[in-house]
């Protein structure tokens, strides 16, 4: 076993292939890539491919295990290439604090009386709510992309915003609505992976911080979506106040967490690559496996879609358990999110209907 974490880097040169067989090898080098066995106990946590497509034009691939390397990682380890390019390697300062500080203060808070307390209320908040059904298949892993249409979408946003809700929070509220019609309940609960990010010095570190927080939605009384705003706002806040509590302790007792949909609208920050005299773009790779990562119990997972604004669209990928779901019932989550959307921009004061017909 190696002492630190290795970091690979291997080369190919594809100069003397034709363009459509340049293309065809750089697919199938990021599909290699992202089935490359990382093995976090041999400290093999990276590999990096940089492959020569033609004189004056090079990929890089950067293949991380996503115990050590999260989405947020990402913009940090891209802002540290740019600089070490421009700057040097000297240039770089470690920061203030890194993953294993993190984990070691984690640790002792959670073993502290503070971190009892606070897992002791949050277990309360959710001690209604039961755990999400497992499927009987287990768990098999399924992929598709998605998207949200504009014109619904932007007017709902715009009635959000005029009630002081964000995006997310928006979204999240017409989700609500459409899993608590599906369900027969009124409240429903919601997991949303977090950046875990909640102190400063954490913000320029590399490491798995994000976290999955359950956000627990009250729909009682059918309230107007006007109301189911405020309140989702309240419940947002709330819950990313304790986002430091990592969900495979808050629901670690053997039993599924009370959540089957996971919802993200992913904003990380954009990371400019100033290299002088170099123009750069990027490819598209294969998707992460967020839903093994993100679910304490996989086989009680129905999706995980993250959705990303880019370009005026409103899209992204949605994972999904093939053992307790099907295309057609991911994308009606989304359509669902839509004509709640469409319905409360028509009607934002009238009553909500949450119960099945």
């Known amino acids: ?8 880097l291997t080369r190919a040169d594809l100069t003397g292939f034709t363009a459509q067989a340049v293309a065809e090898r750089t ?3 990021l599909t290699e890539s992202a089935s490359t066995v990382l093995d976090l106990e041999t400290g093999r946590t990276s590999a990096f491919r940089l492959l020569r497509t033609a004189p004056d034009e090079h990929v890089l691939i950067l293949a991380s295990h996503l115990a050590v390397f999260d989405g947020w990682s990402s ?15 000297d240039a770089l300062t470690p920061p203030e604090l890194q993953f294993p500080d993190y984990a070691d203060w984690q640790h002792r808070w959670l073993a502290g009386p503070d971190g009892t307390a606070e897992l002791a209320r949050r277990r309360a908040v959710f ?21 949200l249409a504009r014109g619904p979408v932007d007017a709902g946003l715009e009635l959000g ?4 809700a964000t995006p997310f929070m928006t979204l999240l509220a017409a989700l609500a609505v459409v899993l608590a019609r599906r369900d027969g309940r009124t409240s429903v609960v919601i997991g949303t992976p977090a950046a875990g990010r909640f102190a400063a010095p954490l913000e320029g570190a590399v490491g798995q911080y994000t976290t999955v927080v359950p ?11 006007r109301e189911l705003l405020h309140r989702t706002r309240t419940a947002v806040a709330d819950a990313l106040a304790h986002q430091r509590l990592p969900v495979d302790v808050l629901f670690g007792d053997g039993t599924p967490p009370p959540y089957n949909v996971l919802f993200a609208l992913h904003n990380y920050p954009a990371v400019p690559l100033d290299l002088p005299g170099i123009e750069v773009g990027q490819l598209p ?28 669209e409103i899209g992204g990928t949605a994972e999904y358990n093939r053992h307790a779901a099907t295309p057609e019932d991911v994308r009606g989550l989304l359509t669902g999110i839509e004509e709640v959307l469409d319905r409360a921009v028509a009607a934002p004061g009238s009553p909500l209907v949450t119960a099945r017909h």
């Open 1 to 8: 076993m190696d002492e630190e974490p290795v970091l690979r």
């Open 27 to 29: 697919a199938l080098q």
């Open 75 to 89: 913009g940090v380890f891209l802002a540290d290439l740019a600089a070490g390019y421009r700057e040097g390697p």
């Open 127 to 147: 001690a209604a709510d039961p755990p999400a059904p497992r499927a009987r298949g287990g768990f098999e892993r399924g992929h598709l992309p998605v998207r």
């Open 161 to 164: 915003a005029a009630e002081g």
């Open 215 to 225: 956000i627990r939605l009250d729909l009682a009384g059918g309230p107007a979506f």
């Open 285 to 312: 790779g294969p998707p992460a496996r967020h839903l093994e990562l993100y679910s304490p119990d996989p086989a009680a997972a129905l999706a995980c879609v993250g959705l990303v604004e880019r370009d005026g």
